[in-house]
Each structure stands twice: as structure tokens, then as C-alpha cells.
């Protein structure tokens, strides 16, 4: 049935719509700013109601993401985080077009590795590839620190899965907005990767790198916090030789981090 959820709603609330409309009109015109801000605030709520049934139809009538977000003005992704949850079992954009689909990485520079593997950068693409990109370089920014933000197709070769707070800031699945924005992402990625932009990926998964003495100590700390004791320092303790040779400690262990995606060894975080 077309329109049924949004037609349904004006049926019975529509005049109320209409009548509140005129209604802050005149209050506008009057200057009785109170009742201005109350009239608004409920003509607003009631067309975010409206609004929000007209999305429901659009689903209903099989409407993929990107034929909502172009009709609400809105990047595929982001009209999927803002509306998935008004229905059940709603597909995700990644999902409705594989091909599309991308995994972008994000890192803070310094003290996380942009490794190869994470594609490239997504400033050399020209565009926008995700709404999330901006989000997390102005929280960045807030706390005084700079970001890289690299992205790639899922299918691409992976050695290891990276762990989030401790090899990098936040992993994710996006979508790109069109066939020319994957061309222009494939056009880059076998530019990149044969540029000689950073140490060659590939090694074991669980190969130990030196490097970051201060993350893995607070990997330390974090797991004594949840329960793992004495017993797991130790453990780290008698796996863990650093590049001196002697035994190393909480202070400056360099462990067997199983969440690695590479080998990266010739990389050093700054001081």
C-alpha cells in the first residue's frame, strides 16, 4: 500500500499541523516570542513524525539508501544511521551493494601506524568518502590531537585483525556514494601500495613488535584491571625480550600482540 504510514499520520494529525502552523504564524507576527518557541517546538516534532513515516514508506516500497539519502539530502551511510532503527531487519547499505562497500581505519598520528594494509589515505581521493571522517578528526582536534584516516576495499588482503584503542582508534564499514568514487578509489589503491609509502605488510599476525613501550604497558595495566592478575604480567613477562635482551617489565614490555595486522617493524611511534 503506498504511502500508508505517512498518510495514515496526517489523516489524524494533519489539521493539527495546519492549525499550528497559522497559529505561530500570527504569534510571529504579534512578537509573542513564547508562544512562538512552543508552537514551533511542536509543529517540529510533529513534521519529524511526519518525516520519519514518509522514510518508513520508502522502505516499505523498496527504496534502497542511496534513494533516501538522496531525497533527504544525505550521504547512504548516514541516512542509514539516522533511520535503521525505525524498522526491523533493514539491510545495511554495505549489504545492499557489496560492491561499493569499503573499510575505512582511522589512527591517531604518532602513536598508532598507518599500516599499508589500511589502503590510503582518504584526503588523496578528493571526496568526502564517509560522514563519520569528519566526526572523528574534530573530536580529534578537541583533544589537541591529528588523525590519519585510511581506507580500502574489505576484500582486500588481511593478515591479522587489529585491535581498537591499542593498534588504532576505530575500524568501520562504509559505503561509497557511486560507480565514480570506486573508480577513483581502485585508481589509487595499486598507486599507493606500489609508491613504497611505508614498510611492506604481510608477516605474522603474532609476530612481536618493538616499538610503542608505553601502549603495551597500558594493555598491562588494562588487563590486570579486569581480573587477569598477576598471573597475566607474568605470562607477558616471560614472552616478552626487548630489543637490551634482558627480561622485560610492565614499564617497557614489547609483547605478542595476536591483534596485529603485520610485522610492521621499522616503524617507531614519536616520543
Known amino acids: 500500500m503506498p504511502a500508508a504510514h505517512a498518510a495514515r499520520y496526517v489523516a489524524q494529525f494533519g489539521h493539527n499541523l495546519c492549525a499550528g502552523l497559522d497559529a505561530t504564524v500570527q504569534y510571529a507576527i504579534a512578537g509573542r516570542w513564547p508562544e512562538t518557541l512552543a508552537a514551533t517546538a511542536s509543529i517540529h516534532h510533529g513534521i519529524l513524525q511526519l518525516h520519519q513515516r514518509a522514510v518508513l514508506d520508502a522502505l516499505d516500497a523498496g527504496a534502497d539508501w542511496w534513494a533516501i539519502g538522496q531525497a533527504v539530502g544525505q550521504h547512504p551511510q548516514a541516512a542509514f544511521d539516522n533511520y535503521a532503527n525505525l524498522a526491523g531487519n533493514t539491510r545495511s547499505p554495505a549489504q545492499q551493494r557489496p560492491k561499493l562497500a569499503v573499510l575505512l581505519t582511522a589512527g591517531l598520528t604518532g602513536t598508532h601506524h598507518p599500516c599499508p594494509e589500511y589502503g590510503v589515505d582518504v584526503d588523496v581521493l578528493g571526496f568526502a568518502p564517509d560522514p563519520q571522517v569528519e566526526k572523528i578528526r574534530a573530536a580529534a582536534r578537541l583533544c589537541g590531537q591529528h588523525t590519519w584516516i585510511r581506507i580500502t576495499a574489505p576484500a582486500a588482503r588481511r593478515t591479522g585483525e587489529p585491535f581498537a584503542?591499542?593498534?588504532?582508534?576505530?575500524?568501520?564499514?562504509?559505503?561509497?556514494?557511486?560507480?565514480?568514487?570506486?573508480?577513483?578509489?581502485?585508481?589509487?589503491?595499486?598507486?599507493?601500495?606500489?609508491?613504497?609509502?611505508?614498510?611492506?605488510?604481510?608477516?605474522?599476525?603474532?609476530?612481536?613488535?618493538?616499538?610503542?613501550?608505553?601502549?603495551?604497558?597500558?594493555?598491562?595495566?588494562?588487563?590486570?584491571?579486569?581480573?587477569?592478575?598477576?598471573?597475566?604480567?607474568?605470562?607477558?613477562?616471560?614472552?616478552?625480550?626487548?630489543?637490551?635482551?634482558?627480561?622485560?617489565?610492565?614499564?617497557?614490555?614489547?609483547?605478542?600482540?595476536?591483534?596485529?595486522?603485520?610485522?610492521?617493524?621499522?616503524?617507531?611511534p614519536s616520543s
Not at 584491571?225 to 627480561?247: C, F, V, W
Request: glycine residues 12%; positive net charge; aromatic residues 2%.
Open 165 to 268: 584503542g591499542l593498534d588504532l582508534l576505530r575500524r568501520w564499514t562504509s559505503v561509497l556514494a557511486d560507480d565514480a568514487e570506486l573508480a577513483a578509489l581502485r585508481q589509487a589503491l595499486p598507486l599507493r601500495r606500489g609508491s613504497g609509502d611505508g614498510p611492506a605488510c604481510g608477516r605474522s599476525a603474532t609476530r612481536p613488535r618493538s616499538g610503542d613501550h608505553r601502549a603495551a604497558a597500558g594493555h598491562v595495566r588494562r588487563a590486570a584491571r579486569r581480573g587477569n592478575g598477576r598471573g597475566h604480567i607474568s605470562r607477558l613477562r616471560q614472552r616478552s625480550i626487548p630489543p637490551g635482551g634482558r627480561t622485560a617489565d610492565a614499564r617497557d614490555v614489547s609483547t605478542r600482540r595476536p591483534s596485529l595486522c603485520c610485522g610492521c617493524t621499522s616503524w617507531r
